[in-house]
């Protein structure tokens, strides 16, 4: 018996460390909130759990990070539930100055039987649109390019919401 109980209790402070589901920003940030929710799979669209999901992206400037200082500061790292399932909460990312990047999400994939990988979730459009390309693949290898995946609207935070299925 007391055995069970310390395996349900390592089990539970796993899961309090590695969410599936993080927040990036706060009310205060500038820019349009949105979700980002999807599903990590295989090529057979099974589930693909434990996976670590990290991910980065510009602020409502275009920016990684403020002037002078270092690192990606909208980022944030989950890992994928026993349904290959993840979801953080930001806002949309902005292009680089210049405007000539596009708006995107840069997603890096490790751990849960999956090789390092990644993805990229670019927009082309500023409507809600199926205007929306993800990338995946492994790190040094070649993408796949994959199509047909929206945003929309979603009142509940005044913002948007994207749902999106990585397949590997």
């Known amino acids: ?4 109980i310390l395996i349900v209790a390592v089990l539970t ?6 969410p599936w589901k993080i927040r990036i920003t706060d009310a205060r940030e500038p820019g349009i909130p ?3 929710s999807g599903r ?10 434990g996976v670590r999901v990290h991910v980065y992206h510009t602020d409502a400037n275009g920016l990684y990070q403020k ?11 989950m890992w994928t539930n026993a349904d290959g399932k993840f979801e ?3 806002i949309r990312p902005v292009p680089y100055p210049g405007g000539k990047s596009g708006e995107h999400f840069h997603i890096e994939l490790s751990g849960g039987g999956l090789p390092n990988s990644f993805a990229t979730i670019q927009f082309f459009d500023d409507r809600p649109t199926d205007k929306l390309h993800v990338a995946t693949g492994r ?4 993408a796949t390019y994959h199509k047909g995946f929206a945003w929309k609207p ?15």
């Open 67 to 77: 002037p002078g200082k270092q690192g990606h500061r909208l980022s944030g790292t």
């Open 13 to 18: 402070v796993q899961q309090a460390e590695r």
């Open 40 to 49: 990590v799979v295989d090529k057979s669209r099974n589930p693909m759990a």
């Open 1 to 4: 018996m007391r055995l069970l």
């Open 88 to 90: 953080f909460r930001t």
């Open 34 to 36: 949105m979700i980002v």
């Open 139 to 142: 790190m040094g290898g070649s």
């Open 154 to 168: 979603d009142k509940s935070i005044n913002g948007q919401r994207l749902d999106v299925e990585l397949r590997f």
